[in-house]
């Protein structure tokens, strides 16, 4: 079925931007919340930002402000810029539906330097 690909993640210092990508092999249009989860080293996977119909984007305390997530259905792609980088942001960064229903990709890592 649907199958997700992270991309845009790489090495940056503190306080820089990053936009990662979020790529669907199938349509995203019938699911209703899609979402940007991170795994810090020896931590379990959280959700930091979610969009979905019928509601303001939502975010995470230790990133709002700083994050953006958004989507094109017609490109069945979610995006999530992140500015104002932070040492703490440092993970891998996955993509999936909220709650998580789909195969977990390979993710994208985000490093970032102090």
């Known amino acids: 079925q649907v199958q997700l690909v992270e991309s845009g993640g790489g090495l940056v210092q503190a306080g820089g931007s990053l936009r990662l990508s979020c790529a669907a092999s199938?349509?995203?249009?019938?699911?209703?919340?899609m979402g940007w989860y991170r795994q810090a080293p020896g931590k379990q996977r959280q959700l930091v930002a979610y969009?979905?119909?019928?509601?303001?984007?939502t975010y995470a305390d230790s990133v709002k402000g700083r994050f953006a997530i958004s989507r094109d259905n017609a490109k069945n792609t979610v995006y999530l810029q992140m500015n104002s980088l932070k040492p703490e942001d440092t993970a891998v960064y996955y993509c999936?539906?909220?709650?998580?229903?789909?195969?977990w990709g390979q993710g994208t890592q985000v490093t970032v330097s102090s």
């Open positions: 969009i979905a119909r019928g509601i303001t984007p």
């Open positions: 999936n539906a909220v709650p998580s229903r789909i195969d």
């Open positions: 199938g349509s995203i249009f019938s699911i209703a919340a």
